[in-house]
């Protein structure tokens, strides 16, 4: 497990944040700790932090909140050892601190990309976790190869377009993208599930021809 960092903030007394909600007063420490220093050091100062050592994690709220003044970001809060997360993370932590109004933590569209030959790419949920959490699963497939850009592409041109989508809503929930550019036509389907577009809306893009993630279209025509 890597270390992450966590941040401490003292919160500044009321009338000491500037016109704009900018902190103007404060100490921010910033340490790197691996997992167990973290509960070491959480233990040590008796925060209410949650603690999942079996998992080696630490519990966070949808603000990151790990306790009182305590956050905690990247992969030590267990939503996906990626740099985005940590960054997305980071984002909803300085608004908080800041006592600024935002969305929350949401992790529904988090993109996963391996960066192998070829790209494999993902975003939501797999196949087997939208059952387990009781989607009514349709799944879509493309073969990339058999698209025009896959001819065009020629060797190298392996690759696959799923989607798993929730009937009963008729939005995707997840999709998966491997082939060439694997991780950049993975882009179009996280907008698809974040923004929880309609299976229909999507059948009714058009997709630039002779693109990868035009196999996206014949993906959408084999749901079933
Ligand atoms: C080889 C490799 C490739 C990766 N490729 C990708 C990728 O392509 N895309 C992607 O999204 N993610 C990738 N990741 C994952 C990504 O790097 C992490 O998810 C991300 O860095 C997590 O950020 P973090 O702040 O949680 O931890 P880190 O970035 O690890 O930051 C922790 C910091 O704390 C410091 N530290 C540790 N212990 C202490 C201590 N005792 N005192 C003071 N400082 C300390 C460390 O030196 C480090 O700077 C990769 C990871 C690895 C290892």
């Not at 932590?93 to 993902?122: C, H, K, N, W």
């Not at 577009?197 to 993630?213: K, Q, S």
Request: glycine share 12%; hydrophobic share 45%; with cysteine.
């Amino acid at each position: 497990m890597g270390a992450t960092a966590a941040c401490r903030w003292s919160r500044p007394a009321a009338g000491q944040r500037g016109a704009a909600g900018r902190l103007v007063h404060g100490t921010i420490r910033v340490s790197g700790w691996n997992v167990a220093q973290v509960n070491q050091n959480v233990s040590m100062n008796g925060t209410a932090s949650r603690l999942w050592p079996a998992r080696h994690r630490i519990v966070v709220d949808d603000r990151l909140r790990a306790g009182e003044r305590l956050w905690a970001v990247g992969d030590v809060t267990g939503h996906g050892a990626f740099t985005h997360v940590a960054t997305y993370q980071a984002g909803i932590i300085v608004r908080d601190i800041l006592g600024q109004d935002g969305l929350m933590a949401d992790y529904r569209a988090l993109p996963r990309v391996t960066f192998t030959d070829p790209e494999v790419g993902s975003v939501g949920l797999t196949q087997a976790q939208a059952r387990e959490a009781g989607v009514a699963v349709r799944v879509g497939v493309a073969d990339v190869a058999s698209t025009a850009r896959g001819w065009i592409h020629k060797a190298g041109n392996a690759g696959v377009i799923k989607l798993i989508a929730d009937a009963d809503r008729g939005v995707l929930v997840g999709a998966t993208s491997a082939g060439p550019n694997g991780g950049e036509v993975l882009g179009a389907l996280a907008v698809a599930v974040h923004g929880e577009v309609t299976v229909e809306r999507l059948r009714h893009m058009i997709y630039a021809y002779p693109t990868f993630h035009r196999g996206i279209e014949d993906a959408l025509r084999d749901l079933s």
